[in-house]
């Protein structure tokens, strides 16, 4: 049965974002792992072997102390190849009372494993589990773009079995890039040839970005190789194939696509960015930065007992965010960032009234 109180909690701390910063964040991305078994072109964590990285007590003792969380994406790398993923996503459930959104992206390649841990996470009960498997075009393209044969059968047979799943909402998440920017009918027809009854809301749609500390993929140039119009025809297209919002998950979707043109044309964040005024981004050393594009480091969770708080709530932290406010910063539209800025600006829809620099298009004009 649905719980209203996570509702009401979001809801409540949305509105406050609309009006001042929040005493602590209601959204969190976390990356647990930046080890990867893909190959993918548009990012470079693959090439990462990292060594140190948070463990299971070190992230319990986090969220412990950090209750307050009501949107939690766990990203990677590839979160399955943690062994003790399952016992993260325990963690965040147990700690988090009033947690409504419990979501991970994945590559879909390891289709035991996912939907086992899939299985274990719906049995402790969040409000919402949503997993997105990634999905750059039909067989051909995206086993070209993320780098493994195969990699497509097991994507879709992955979604397929965690779509037959009571309590699971999965999605096939694909990234617009420039091999792919006009291939999501192709990618399409091929996933619905698997699965006859796939609609076109099972998709996600986002458009490539660049991140130094992240995807470590800014020397790539991929904002350079993919034109605006394209880019922006493309999720226009796909926003009129979706229809009609008829969910809150809808609505973000679409009001997201809705400003794709206007960021690619202009290069400025279409509407007051919510980082580090309701959200942040944790890597997986426990560094702390805005969100996945901005590298500015403002604390690491190893350095204050695990305690987000202390460094949240600094003068450091409060003056970054500031300049975010009046976008002095590199400028995004991914939906790790704009879906909480969309609920943010929802009672006080206003751009930022200076800039530093005029924000150049973040993509070629071709």
């Known amino acids: 049965m649905m719980r209203i109180a996570p509702y009401l909690a979001l809801a409540g701390r949305a509105l406050e974002a609309n009006f001042r910063r929040l005493s602590h964040p209601y959204k969190l991305t976390f990356c647990l792992t930046f080890w990867c078994n893909y190959r993918c072109e548009t990012c470079n964590i693959w090439k990462m072997k990292p060594r140190d990285e948070l463990r299971l007590d070190e992230i319990q003792r986090f969220f412990r102390q950090s209750p307050g969380f009501l ?3 766990l990203t990677g790398g590839e979160v399955s190849l943690r062994k003790d993923f399952v016992d993260i996503c325990e963690a965040v459930v147990s700690s988090c009372p009033h947690l409504l959104l419990l979501h991970f992206p994945t590559n879909g390649y390891l289709t035991d494993t996912l939907v086992a841990a899939a299985r274990e996470i719906r049995q402790m009960a969040p409000e919402k589990l949503i997993i997105t498997v990634s999905t750059d075009g039909d067989e051909a393209m995206n086993d070209e773009l993320r780098g493994i044969d195969g990699g497509w059968r097991r994507q879709i047979e992955t979604f397929r079995r965690l779509r037959e799943m009571p309590g699971v909402d999965v999605v096939l998440g694909m990234t617009l890039s420039a091999k792919n920017v006009d291939h999501f009918p192709q990618a399409f027809a091929a996933a619905r040839r698997e699965i006859p009854d796939l609609a076109y809301g ?18 790539l ?6 034109g605006a119009e394209a880019l922006a025809r493309a999720t226009e297209g796909y926003a009129q194939l979706r229809g009609r919002a008829r969910s809150p998950v809808d609505f973000l979707e679409r009001a997201y696509l809705k400003r794709v043109r206007r960021y690619v044309e202009t290069g400025a964040t279409p509407m007051r960015c919510h980082a580090l005024r309701a959200s942040c981004f944790v890597d997986s050393w426990g560094n702390v ?4 594009v901005y590298d500015r480091r403002i604390g690491n969770l190893r350095e204050v007992d695990y305690d987000l708080a202390r460094i949240w709530n600094t003068p450091a932290a409060a003056t970054l965010q500031a300049e975010i406010w009046e ?28 800039r530093r620099s005029r924000p150049r298009p973040v993509v070629g004009s071709a």
């Open 327 to 354: 976008s002095r910063c590199p400028n995004c539209w991914t939906p790790c960032e704009a879906y909480q800025s969309i609920l943010g600006n929802l009672v006080r829809p206003e751009l930022p009234r200076f």
């Open 71 to 73: 949107w939690v994406d």
């Open 289 to 292: 930065f805005p969100c996945t």
């Open 202 to 219: 099972d998709f996600h749609v986002n458009i490539v970005h660049e991140s130094s500390h992240y995807l470590g993929n800014t020397e």
């Open 221 to 226: 140039g991929l904002r350079s190789r993919v």
